[in-house]
């Protein structure tokens, strides 16, 4: 059975929180005020200061009557103890892993639930990129490790984000046997007249359904008239979304691209993307490579449409992931999200033509040879890009 494809909903506010510094005190604070339910879905989690942190406040959460349920993927949480998981456990935290692996799963264990998402109360949301590891946040470290951000939403589309929790919750802690999600288009909602504020809806990607996420993207992509800023941390994009980025940027839109620079946790990924540099520079797409630290952001800026979360919008995270973004039409979120991105631009490097021609023979076989292994990887794995 398909999933539902969400509408917009009217009456949200919306505060952008750049980095660990500023989202897991406010995402801390909003736990210790939680009175009724902690819903929490993560990819990444390790043991550490950070996770020490939130899982004391879960622990105290309990303690005082709160329900507290946390799903978390089956691979991205290998690196929480034992003694963590006990102590959840027996503080009465429910506790559920998607998709556990299983040495006799096969491809089956490439399926992952990549979601970020905290809901309190089922009011209040924060919904984006970061892992529960002290690369996103260290309490003795002045700037994090690696540049994300979340988004703490209010509204009536807090409810669309609990129901989301809720059928995944009921359907995981055991092993799947799914096949990657098929093309299927669906109707997306149109965004509501450009001067609209406080309008959200949650948008999203299923291994066992859709991938609605990537047809809401294509669809603001067809339409934008002036400007389209997009960053993600692992560049493979699927020949659809090239395609509309180079038709966008020839029409004349404002299109650039935001990527991680040297700084990175997957090189290989790095290098078999900068192969298509080329082919976007010459259709007028600007290309930023973030230098300062790992850029984990994903993030897209299309006219009056924001849409941010845990999507790459990369091939193989459409083929095997759950993912799931929160996509807002408001005037305030969109400048913040402006304001956000023009700093970032500010300390990247920009790509030139002039500059793919001068690499160096070292930098292009290590282009060649990870696009290699990407193509092999695409065609093993049956990924339709």
Same mark, same amino acid.
């Given at each position: 059975?398909?999933?539902?494809?969400?509408?917009?909903?009217?009456?949200?506010?919306?505060?952008?929180?750049?980095?660990?510094?500023?989202?897991?005190?406010? %995402?801390?604070?909003? %736990?210790?005020?939680?009175?009724?339910?902690?819903?929490?879905?993560?990819?990444?989690?390790?043991?550490?200061?950070?996770?020490?942190?939130?899982?004391?406040?879960?622990?105290?959460?309990?303690?005082?009557?709160?329900?507290?349920?946390?799903?978390?993927?089956?691979?991205?949480?290998?690196?929480?103890?034992?003694?963590?998981?006990?102590?959840?456990?027996?503080?009465?935290?429910?506790?559920?892993?998607?998709?556990?692996?299983?040495?006799?799963?096969?491809?089956?264990?490439?399926?992952?639930?990549?979601?970020?998402?905290?809901?309190?109360?089922?009011?209040?949301?924060?919904? !984006?990129? *970061?892992?529960?590891?002290?690369?996103?946040?260290?309490?003795?470290?002045?700037?994090?490790?690696?540049?994300?951000? %979340?988004?703490?939403?209010?509204?009536?589309?807090?409810?669309?984000? *609990?129901?989301?929790?809720?059928?995944?919750?009921?359907?995981?802690?055991?092993?799947?046997?799914?096949?990657?999600?098929?093309?299927?288009?669906?109707?997306?909602?149109?965004?509501?007249?450009?001067?609209?504020?406080?309008?959200?809806?949650?948008?999203?990607?299923?291994?066992?359904?859709?991938?609605?996420?990537?047809?809401?993207?294509?669809?603001?992509?067809?339409?934008?008239?002036?400007?389209?800023?997009?960053?993600?941390?692992?560049?493979?994009?699927?020949?659809?979304?090239?395609?509309?980025?180079?038709?966008?940027?020839?029409? !004349?839109?404002?299109?650039?691209?935001?990527?991680?620079?040297?700084?990175?946790?997957?090189?290989?990924?790095?290098?078999? !993307?900068?192969?298509?540099?080329?082919?976007?520079?010459?259709?007028?797409?600007?290309?930023?490579?973030? /230098?300062?630290?790992?850029?984990?952001?994903?993030?897209?800026?299309?006219?009056?449409?924001?849409?941010?979360?845990?999507?790459?919008?990369?091939?193989?995270?459409?083929?095997?992931?759950?993912? *799931?973004? /929160?996509?807002?039409?408001?005037?305030?979120?969109?400048?913040?999200?402006?304001?956000?991105?023009?700093?970032?631009? *500010?300390?990247?490097?920009?790509?030139?033509?002039?500059?793919?021609?001068?690499? !160096?023979?070292?930098?292009?076989?290590?282009?060649?040879?990870?696009?290699?292994?990407?193509?092999?990887?695409?065609?093993?794995?049956?990924?339709?890009?």
């Amino acid at each position: 059975m398909a999933g539902p494809i969400y509408p917009w909903r009217k009456g949200n506010t919306f505060e952008l929180l750049v980095d660990g510094e500023s989202f897991f005190p406010r %995402m801390l604070q909003a %736990m210790d005020a939680a009175r009724s339910s902690i819903d929490l879905e993560l990819y990444l989690i390790s043991s550490g200061q950070a996770s020490r942190q939130v899982l004391d406040s879960l622990v105290a959460a309990v303690a005082r009557g709160v329900r507290v349920r946390c799903l978390l993927d089956g691979f991205g949480s290998l690196q929480l103890s034992a003694t963590d998981r006990q102590y959840l456990l027996q503080a009465g935290v429910e506790l559920r892993f998607y998709n556990p692996l299983y040495w006799l799963a096969g491809r089956g264990n490439l399926h992952r639930d990549h979601r970020k998402l905290l809901v309190i109360d089922q009011t209040l949301a924060f919904v !984006g990129g *970061a892992g529960l590891t002290d690369d996103f946040y260290r309490p003795d470290q002045r700037q994090s490790l690696w540049h994300e951000l %979340m988004l703490e939403v209010r509204g009536p589309v807090v409810h669309d984000w *609990a129901e989301l929790f809720e059928r995944q919750w009921q359907v995981s802690g055991r092993r799947l046997r799914l096949a990657p999600p098929k093309w299927h288009r669906v109707r997306v909602p149109a965004p509501p007249a450009p001067d609209a504020s406080g309008y959200a809806r949650v948008s999203y990607a299923d291994a066992r359904e859709h991938t609605e996420v990537v047809q809401a993207l294509l669809a603001a992509v067809s339409r934008s008239r002036t400007r389209i800023w997009l960053a993600t941390p692992y560049f493979l994009p699927g020949w659809r979304v090239r395609r509309a980025l180079k038709r966008a940027a020839r029409r !004349g839109v404002d299109v650039r691209l935001l990527l991680c620079g040297q700084i990175t946790d997957n090189a290989p990924v790095r290098y078999a !993307g900068q192969r298509f540099y080329p082919g976007l520079l010459k259709a007028g797409v600007r290309l930023y490579e973030y /230098q300062p630290r790992f850029l984990h952001l994903k993030m897209v800026l299309v006219d009056e449409w924001v849409s941010l979360g845990s999507c790459n919008f990369d091939h193989w995270t459409l083929h095997w992931n759950l993912e *799931a973004n /929160q996509q807002v039409v408001d005037p305030s979120l969109n400048a913040a999200v402006r304001d956000c991105f023009q700093r970032d631009f *500010a300390q990247s490097r920009e790509w030139s033509l002039g500059a793919w021609k001068a690499l !160096g023979w070292g930098h292009r076989l290590k282009i060649r040879l990870w696009s290699w292994v990407n193509r092999l990887a695409v065609l093993w794995f049956g990924i339709r890009r």
